[in-house]
DNA sequence: TGCGCGATTTGCGTCAGGACAACGTTCTGG
DNA sequence: CCAGAACGTTGTCCTGACGCAAATCGCGCA
């Protein structure tokens, strides 16, 4: 709800094109190098003046923690890649239940419902911490993929591997137990956004028990009693919007499906 | 586990290739015409001419009821275009549980795995009807999009679409009661597969009760009973392997969440 | 340093839906 | 026409997880 008071992709732009004094920095400074984004997947196979090309369409904005990238139902006009920092992408349901569809890390493309031939966003991006994201207007994308044929390939595979994790996701929730969908949960944040730390893996961005539970469709309740187990288990180590794994290895063992969370029997 | 006893897009290419004495059909029979698959969304924006090129690669296999288009964790060495019938599409756990991801209409494009960069099928595609099916070979992809970039901007869409569907899915398994879920399978089936006909619309394939547990992530048993509940409330009528919806709309109202399934309290 | 709010923990009651079991019904092949 | 199998229906029991509610903790801010 907290509308981002950081400007939007096209705001930015409109700014560009539009203010009569145009400064310095404005009219000549290239939006972004490209070696920040040189060896992203998405732009494999591009030459660096092809890069060039395709960046100068581009801008960079930062996004603040818990502000907005984009809102659900919003007009999708414009595509982003993230930089730096993480998003959480979550939708609310016609009765208000809210649901983490995934975390955004660096490097990855993402609001490219355009391409999607979708109108509005299907979700809403906010920066789970500080972030910083490049942005190009939706209209770019036509004229870059026909320009640029791996780009469309490459969106391809970045949206089919989204599209694989997801029915990875459905089937977790037909077919395991609570437990292990926040098992699956921790270890696939932590494969993507883990920091190795002393006492194990930390995951790299602030994450309520409610997050986890909106990721994994059940309460804040029962997630909480999950971890707590683990921790007296020695599993993993909680602190406020803070978890710990700290035994990956145990806990993978308990996700697929082996391993009896508390029973005596066995 | 019925392996199928078609052969595969490849062994037909194959066969084309290595057969010495090439019958007349294999020959000089264009494999497919293009008035058959003129108006699929897949090709729009191509020409005539375009379309020859591409079809010239491609052979039309007839896949019997209950056989298998491809096997989940086969090398994917072909991709389709579904032109009659109805495909299942399911995939298996490791640990051994069946899951129905979804069902493939004519006019679809399915078993695009290389296109994601899967070297092999994540899912198993089972007809469930008599089927034919138009057959490129994988290697095919990357010089029919690199050529006709609208084949790839087309099946970006599509992927994507089936991504909003799937993930439609995990919300309504994290927000839903089981009825609401099962309700909004049967309408989603309707709304892809339906047959109108005198008492409502029917569901123009044949589909088990295990079937419609295996979409919905529950048990055929609970299926069952609420089936049952419905037939007596007039909702639906049901048979062997056979679901009509009498009163859509009403089912409609409940896949949303209101309307309550027995309870006597207001 | 103390306050206040949001995050987290935890006990308890309840119930939807899964497991098990038995039976009825409709195809299929000989 | 009959046997057998696959599919479907129903009843009973039981458990895992949700809802409610209250206590507690920890961080940020003044």
Same mark, same amino acid.
């Given at each position: 709800m907290a509308s981002g008071s950081a400007r939007s992709c096209l705001e930015e732009a409109a700014a560009l094109g539009s $203010? #009569? #004094?145009?400064s310095y920095e404005e009219s000549t400074m290239p939006p972004v190098d490209r070696s920040v984004v040189a060896d992203l997947a998405l732009f494999a196979g591009l030459g660096p003046a092809e890069l060039d090309e395709v960046l100068r369409e581009a801008r960079s904005i930062r996004y603040p923690k818990d502000s907005a990238v984009f809102h659900q139902g $919003?007009?999708?006009d414009a595509f982003f890649v993230l930089l730096h920092g993480h998003l959480r992408v979550e939708k609310t349901t016609p009765q208000g239940q809210q649901i983490v569809v995934r975390y955004v890390s660096p490097g990855e493309i993402f609001g490219v419902a355009q391409a999607l031939a979708l109108k509005h966003y299907p979700a809403t991006a906010v920066a789970a911490v500080d972030s910083i994201a490049l942005c190009w207007p939706s209209a770019a994308w036509p004229r870059l993929t026909s320009k640029f044929p791996s780009l469309a390939a490459n969106a391809l595979q970045t949206v089919g591997s989204r599209l694989q994790d997801t029915q990875a996701r459905v089937i977790e929730m037909s077919s395991e137990q609570v437990e292990q969908r926040v098992a699956h949960a921790l270890l696939r944040l932590a494969n993507q956004a883990g920091r190795k730390i002393e006492t194990g893996v930390e995951i790299d961005f602030p994450i309520s028990r409610q997050d986890v539970a909106e990721m994994t469709g059940t309460t804040l309740h029962t997630v909480s009693r999950i971890l707590s187990a683990w921790e007296q288990r020695g599993l993993v180590e909680g602190g406020r919007q803070r978890i710990v794994l700290r035994d990956p290895h145990k806990l993978f063992a308990l996700a697929e499906g082996r391993v009896p969370s508390e029973r005596s029997g066995g």
């Open positions: $203010a #009569p #004094p145009v $919003a007009e999708a």
